[in-house]
C-alpha cells in the first residue's frame, strides 16, 4: 500500500505546495506554510491523498429561508399531492402498471402548466410524437403549448434541455433513456442509474422541474435500482383497477409536502377528471342495507376519506379454506380472524373468507380493522349493519382497541356525508366537535361483538 503524501499549505491564501519553503510563491507571505495531514490514506489510486478542495460555504440552523415556491398546475389533486404545487429545479419519480394512465395524466398536467404560463418539454421515449399528438387531440388538449419531442439519447436531451430551458420537463419512461458512456442495453440497472443520476443533476444546476416516468415490476415496485428513488425528491404511485373508473395519485415521498397524500381521479372519455370529493364517490353505489358491509372513516395523507369494506363468508368445501382479498394486505385478515376466535371465541375455521374494498381503494391504515371485523362478523352473522354508522379503530393482539390519529377529522367527514353514529375506542379524542354525531366508544372487541351482534 503506497504511503499517502504529506501536503504543505499557506495559512494565508490556502495554496498547496509539495514541500515546505520559507516564502509562499502564490502570495508572498513568509512563514506562513504549514505541514497538514492527508484527507485520507489507503491504496494510492482510490484515495483522495493530500490534495484539498475548496471550503464549502456553511449556514447556522438559526438562518432564515424563503418559503418555498410553487407553480400551481390548475389541477386541484395534482397540486395536493405534490405538497400545494410544483417547486422548481425539482425531480419527481412516477411510477405505475402499464396502461393505467401515467401518460394520459402527466400529458393533461403539462398542458395545464403550458395553459398557465410555464414553459413545458415532453420528450417520449415509448411513443412516436405522432402518437402522443393523437392522445392530445383525443384529450382536447391540440391547442397547448407544449414542446414535444421523442428521442432516447439523454446526450441530446440534456443539450436540448439546456438549450431550451424550460420550466418543467417530462421523460417517458426513464427505462428508454441511454447514455453513450455506459457499456449496457436501455433499461438495464447501470443505464437507469446513470441516466437518472444526469437528469436530478440537470434539474438541480439548471432549476427545471423534471418529471420521469417509471416502470413497475409484477410487485408494484418502481423497476431499476433503488437508489433512483432515493435521487428524487418526490415519488409517486399511480395506482387503481383496471375494471373500475378510478384512478389514486399516492405520494410515497416528498421531500416538499406531506408523504401518503393522495389524489383522486376518474377516467372519462375525455381523459382524467378530477374527483374533489373522493367520500361521495367511493360510497354512491351503496344500495339498501346488506350483510357483509361496512363503512371506514380513513385518514390518507391529510384528507379524510370514507371506504366501503365488503366480506363474504361461505361454508368451504373440504381442504383449505380460501382467504381472498382486494384493497387490503392480507396479513393483517389473517391477524384479526386470529384475534376474533382466540379473544371472542368466534372460529373462521371451515369457511371461505371474502374481502373487498370497495371502488379499488388500498387501505392500509390500522385504523381499519375493526370496520374489517365489523364486515366479517356482520357476513357471519347474516345481519346488516344500520347504515348511518361509520366505524374505525386499531385492534391489539389482546383484543383491546387502540386509539386512532385524526379522530375529529373522521367524525366530521362521516357527518358531513349524512352519518350519525360513529364506533371508535374508548380513548379516541374527539375534540369535542362529535356534535351531531353519536360516538359510540368501545374498549375492546368482546364488548363490541356484544354490543352489536349479541355475542361474545
Not at 44 to 72: C, Q
Not at 120 to 146: D, F, H, K, N, W
Not at 201 to 223: D, M, Y
Not at 239 to 245: A, L, T, V
Amino acid at each position: 500500500m503506497a504511503k499517502a503524501q504529506t501536503s504543505f499549505t499557506c495559512t494565508a491564501c490556502g495554496a498547496v505546495h509539495r514541500k515546505w519553503a520559507g516564502r509562499c510563491d502564490a502570495c508572498g507571505a513568509w512563514n506562513s506554510i504549514a505541514e497538514g495531514a492527508p484527507l485520507s490514506t489507503g491504496p494510492g489510486a482510490r484515495a483522495l491523498g493530500g490534495a484539498r478542495g475548496r471550503t464549502i460555504g456553511l449556514t447556522s440552523l438559526a438562518t432564515e429561508e424563503a418559503p418555498v415556491p410553487r407553480r400551481s398546475s390548475g389541477l386541484a389533486e395534482f397540486d395536493r399531492v405534490l405538497g400545494g404545487g410544483l417547486v422548481p429545479a425539482s425531480a419527481i419519480l412516477v411510477g405505475g402498471d402499464p396502461g393505467i394512465g401515467k401518460s394520459t395524466l402527466l400529458l393533461q398536467v403539462t398542458a395545464s402548466f403550458a395553459r398557465n404560463g410555464l414553459k413545458c418539454l415532453y420528450i417520449s421515449g415509448e411513443e412516436a410524437s405522432a402518437q402522443v399528438r393523437m392522445r392530445a387531440q383525443r384529450l382536447g388538449l391540440g391547442t397547448a403549448p407544449v414542446m414535444l419531442g421523442a428521442e432516447t439519447n439523454l446526450r441530446d436531451i440534456l443539450t436540448t434541455l439546456d438549450t431550451e430551458r424550460p420550466g418543467l420537463a417530462i421523460i417517458d419512461s426513464i427505462q428508454t433513456m441511454w447514455l453513450d458512456t455506459v457499456d449496457s442495453a436501455p433499461g438495464s440497472v447501470a443505464q437507469v442509474r446513470a441516466a437518472a443520476h444526469e437528469l436530478v443533476t440537470f434539474a438541480k444546476s439548471r432549476g427545471t422541474a423534471v418529471i420521469l416516468v417509471g416502470h413497475v415490476t409484477k410487485e408494484g415496485q418502481i423497476a431499476g435500482p433503488r437508489v433512483v428513488e432515493h435521487m428524487v425528491d418526490t415519488v409517486l404511485y399511480f395506482e387503481g383497477e383496471r375494471g373500475h373508473q378510478f384512478r389514486i395519485l399516492r405520494a410515497v415521498k416528498n421531500r416538499f409536502g406531506p408523504a401518503d397524500e393522495i389524489g383522486v381521479f376518474e377516467m372519462t372519455g375525455a381523459g382524467l377528471a378530477e374527483v374533489a370529493n373522493p367520500s361521495a364517490l367511493f360510497l354512491s353505489d351503496r344500495g339498501q342495507p346488506a350483510p357483509g358491509s361496512a363503512v371506514f372513516a380513513g385518514i390518507e395523507g391529510t384528507r379524510p376519506v370514507l371506504t366501503e369494506v365488503q366480506a363474504l363468508v361461505a361454508p368451504a368445501p373440504p381442504g383449505t379454506p380460501r382467504r381472498t382479498v382486494v384493497g387490503i394486505d392480507g396479513g393483517r385478515l389473517s391477524t384479526i380472524l386470529a384475534v376474533l376466535e382466540a379473544r371472542c371465541g368466534i372460529p373462521f375455521a371451515g369457511l371461505d373468507v371474502f374481502l373487498n374494498v370497495a371502488g379499488g381503494m388500498r387501505v392500509s391504515e390500522p385504523a381499519a380493522d375493526l370496520a374489517i371485523a365489523a364486515a366479517l362478523l356482520s357476513a357471519r352473522e347474516d345481519v346488516a349493519l344500520p347504515p348511518d354508522m361509520v366505524i374505525f379503530g386499531e385492534i391489539s393482539l389482546s383484543g383491546a382497541l387502540r386509539p386512532v390519529a385524526q379522530t375529529e377529522n373522521r367524525l366530521k367527514e362521516a357527518q358531513k356525508l349524512g352519518f350519525s353514529t360513529a364506533i371508535a375506542p374508548e380513548k379516541s379524542k374527539s375534540g369535542g366537535n362529535d356534535e351531531g354525531m353519536r360516538v359510540r366508544k368501545m374498549p375492546d372487541l368482546v364488548t363490541f361483538v356484544g354490543e352489536l351482534f349479541g355475542a361474545g
